[in-house]
């Protein structure tokens, strides 16, 4: 009898957690494609005073602060490092959330640096925090399981691709040679 009731509880909590999983899933990625868009817009030669690019920094806030809570409610859901329930993997463990903390930190950073007015001139090397924001579109491949299973066999093939590289640069070297 207790196992039937347990199916059934387990049942009920996999079906929600199916429903509100696809609405907050598609939540974040019309949040990662206006944050593209965001980014495509976004040009340095533009005067930073003008209307525009003001739009773009209110709206470049409320999508990493959007982003900000997604994390938080999913390592909180999840746990951060360790979870006690056996049948739910913590935040970290999955190296697509690593790489979405990386890029929600990064935002977040960026997003410090600009709110306190701090000249960049004076911290050149924290101009590549800017540049960081261009890895927001591989969130949306956590997000869709068939991107991920293309992007880790593309990972997988990478130790192959580079004998074949390196065989292609040794017959153009030797051709080079050649050829002088």
């Given at each position: 009898?207790?196992?039937?009731?347990?199916?059934?509880?387990?049942?009920?909590?996999?079906?929600?957690?199916?429903?509100?999983?696809?609405?907050?899933?598609?939540?974040?990625?019309?949040?990662?494609v206006i944050s593209s868009v965001i980014l495509v817009l976004d040009?340095?030669?533009?005067?930073p005073k003008s209307n525009q690019m003001l739009v773009l920094y209110?709206?470049?806030?409320?999508?990493?602060?959007?982003?900000?809570?997604?994390?938080?409610?999913?390592?909180?859901?999840?746990?951060?490092?360790?979870?006690?329930?056996?049948?739910?993997?913590?935040?970290?463990?999955?190296?697509?959330?690593?790489?979405?903390?990386?890029?929600?930190?990064?935002?977040?950073?960026?997003?410090?640096?600009?709110?306190?007015?701090?000249?960049?001139?004076?911290?050149?090397?924290?101009?590549?925090?800017?540049?960081?924001?261009?890895?927001?579109?591989?969130?949306?491949?956590?997000?869709?399981?068939?991107?991920?299973?293309?992007?880790?066999?593309?990972?997988?093939?990478?130790?192959?691709?580079?004998?074949?590289?390196?065989?292609?640069?040794?017959?153009?070297?030797?051709f080079a040679i050649m050829g002088m």
């Open positions: 009898m207790k196992n039937w009731k347990k199916s059934i509880y387990i049942k009920k909590i996999t079906e929600v957690k199916i429903k509100w999983n696809a609405i907050f899933d598609n939540f974040i990625t019309l949040l990662i040009n340095p030669r533009n005067d209110y709206m470049d806030m409320v999508t990493t602060f959007l982003f900000l809570l997604e994390a938080i409610i999913k390592i909180i859901a999840k746990g951060f490092i360790w979870q006690s329930n056996p049948l739910i993997e913590p935040y970290l463990s999955s190296s697509w959330n690593r790489l979405d903390l990386f890029v929600v930190l990064a935002s977040l950073m960026n997003l410090g640096f600009d709110m306190a007015n701090i000249n960049m001139s004076q911290f050149s090397s924290l101009k590549a925090l800017r540049a960081l924001r261009g890895l927001r579109p591989l969130r949306v491949i956590s997000k869709n399981e068939g991107l991920r299973l293309v992007v880790n066999a593309l990972f997988a093939s990478m130790p192959s691709m580079f004998n074949v590289l390196l065989i292609c640069f040794l017959f153009i070297l030797i």
